[in-house]
């Protein structure tokens, strides 16, 4: 079984496609008065380097008490801590490992066609030092002898840009929740504005197409989540519409509406899990599952919602900020044994707010204090009233699909350094169906500037709903970095973090069925990171 959150690593990577994407623009830009007159010429007036490629490289370190009580996973594991992925803490145990990342990108923009269309590709290899060797699959590879059969496809996609601040995106590609260019935007940016990856924050095959102006960042997509049968109506199909408006110089304010039509019945999916509403991949990703059994259902998933920023870049004074509001609506309709139409429906309302505030105190962008704060409604029923009030994300579909990551903490909300293990106490901002109230708080300094950097944190939360047996208080956390940039794009990092467990794990519905709450977990890890070009 292998999951893995693979989108939390382009931090780096982004700021080099970020700057092939500006070249190969200014070679489309260069061919004809308008600069843009077509695939109809055949000599490039500037010769450049058509093919470029690029290795990012991802090692850590790693000590925490928590570990998966499934000798299948062999510590693979995505999603709620404590949740079915049957992660525990203990003090009778430390885990100890090491594992890398190694991600290829290529870039072919071909001369003939002066920038105006573009293949991108992109790879991905994962292993736990000493883990498995003469195999297949992903995620391993590195035992004594290796010889595994591992490389995972991540994105390989085709641009077009039929004219001029248009772009059109063909293939397996960045699913994310925001208007901004996949390819040409830095992805921390993600992370702070848009919905932040917390709905959308994974790959998708389908066509998307942008429009971008000095004020407007407009988006349209169509996604294939699963096709299943070709000749049959089973599919789980995505749509989304997007736009952004630079109001002022500091001021961005936008909108959304995103759909996603799901007539699978739960078929396709994540290995054994599945997917869908009624899968086990829900749980195993930290969000609600719908109790309608196996039954054929149908179900329409809508998400209407807006969000603003100012100061994105945290440079053009010394104040920033961000937000969203979503509402996410529709229903399930479900066909009952012996029923020919679709007999009983269950409605979806659920809303989730965030607002992220912070100051620059010094000359660089890690001189800064930063507020983070959550809000997600919960429900206090299950569907036993035909209705669901709280929050649906593409966790329903994918593992993960939605990763809310980019706030400072680790074990709380999930952090964005990771491997194999992607796991925390909300890792779905649903928080199993019962909502959260909570946030972050970080003081960051560079001790040398853009050369040492310095944090630390704090997170707390709660639920908006008591599970049963238990209380409201999730838990609070503790946490800090420290980092040195040895030269361009090569840094070196130790990180560390504690969490105190609240009531809410007295419930043996969310601590993993034991009679007691379970250990505090903890984490620490020293990481390398190179981008090498």
Known sequence: MVFQSSA???????????????????????????????????????????????????????AMNMAPENDFLKGQIVGRLFGSNTTT??????????????IPF????????DGKATLRASFEIDWTWGDVAYGTGGNFGSAIAADQVNLQTQNLEVEFIPAKNWTINVGLQ????SPHDL???????????????????TDGVGISVRRQTDYHK??????????????LNDDVTFFELNHQYNIAPKWNVGASLYYVQDRSNGKGGVSILGQGFASPLTTYNGAFRFPIGAEQHKGDVFWLGTYFSRNEEMMLDRWFASGFLNYNFGSIRQLRTGDTKYTR?????????????????????????????????????????????????????????GIFIGHGGYLLFPHGNVVNRFVAAVT?????????????????????????????????????????????????????????DFGAFLTVEAHAAYMGLGDFYDSRVTNGGVQERPVNPWLGFICLKWLMF
């Open 345 to 401: 429906s269950v409605s979806i309302g659920g809303l989730a707010a965030n607002l992220r505030a912070g100051y620059r105190y010094g000359q660089t962008t890690g001189d800064v204090v930063t507020a983070d704060f959550l809000f997600t409604s919960g429900d206090e029923n299950g569907i036993s009233d035909q209705k669901y009030s709280g929050v649906i994300t593409s966790n329903t579909w994918g593992s993960p699909g």
């Open 183 to 201: 390819y040409r935007t830095y992805f921390d940016k993600f992370t702070t504005t848009g919905y932040r990856l917390a709905y959308f924050g």
């Open 174 to 177: 960045r699913m994310f929740d």
């Open 428 to 484: 779905d901002i649903s928080n199993l169906g019962y909502g959260i109230a909570g946030g972050t708080i970080n003081f960051a300094k560079d001790l040398i500037p853009n050369k040492l950097h310095s944090k630390i944190g704090g997170a707390g939360g709660f639920s908006t709903i008591a599970p049963s047996g238990g209380g409201n208080f999730m838990g609070w956390e503790i946490n800090g970095k420290l980092g040195y």
């Open 106 to 113: 290529f870039v072919y923009s071909p001369s003939i066609f």
């Open 89 to 102: 803490t203990s003090n009778e145990f430390t885990a100890l490992y090491a594992e890398q990342r190694a």
């Open 218 to 231: 407009s988006k349209a997509g169509f996604y294939k989540l699963y096709e299943n049968n070709v000749e």
């Open 8 to 62: 939390s690593t382009f931090s780096i990577i982004f700021i080099l496609l970020f700057w092939v994407g500006n070249i190969q623009i200014s070679r489309a830009q260069e061919s004809g008065k308008d600069g843009f007159s077509g695939f109809d010429k055949v000599l490039p007036t500037k010769a450049n380097k058509q093919f470029q490629a690029f290795v990012y490289f991802y090692q850590q370190n790693v």
